[in-house]
């Protein structure tokens, strides 16, 4: 069974960057589009970014767009999370998932990553 590891989360201030990094377990990786999405507490899980198989179509929540950049590499079957000026409403337990579908819906992701938790505080 595919397993997406993720890595990179941690505590930054207000301003700072993080760069998020999930691994993929299976080589298939290349066949997916790959998607982030954050978890705060006490609120629903929500989209952040996705990349399509070949990394040419890219969406992003406006909550994020020009801050954070999503990018893949197939051969390192990872796909990974730029996050620069980050903000405190940006922590969250932040989650990488798959799908064939593609789209911005939780339920068109097949299999998802145990999270990585950025804080961002001063």
């Known amino acids: 069974q595919a397993q997406l590891v993720e890595s990179g989360g941690g505590l930054v201030q207000p301003g700072g960057s993080l760069r998020l990094s999930c691994a993929a377990s299976e080589r298939s990786f290349v066949l997916y589009t790959m998607g982030w999405f954050r978890q705060a507490p006490g609120k629903e899980r929500e989209f952040v970014a996705s990349i399509m198989r070949s990394g040419g179509s890219i969406d992003y929540a406006d909550s994020v767009k020009g801050r954070f950049t999503i990018s893949r590499d197939n051969a390192k079957n990872t796909v990974y999370l730029q996050m620069n000026n980050l903000k405190p409403e940006d922590s969250a337990v932040y989650y990488c998932?798959?799908?064939?579908?593609?789209?911005?819906?939780?339920?068109?992701?097949?299999?998802w990553g145990q999270g990585t938790q950025v804080t961002v505080s001063s």
């Open positions: 998932a798959r799908t064939v579908i593609g789209g911005r819906l939780l339920e068109r992701y097949d299999t």
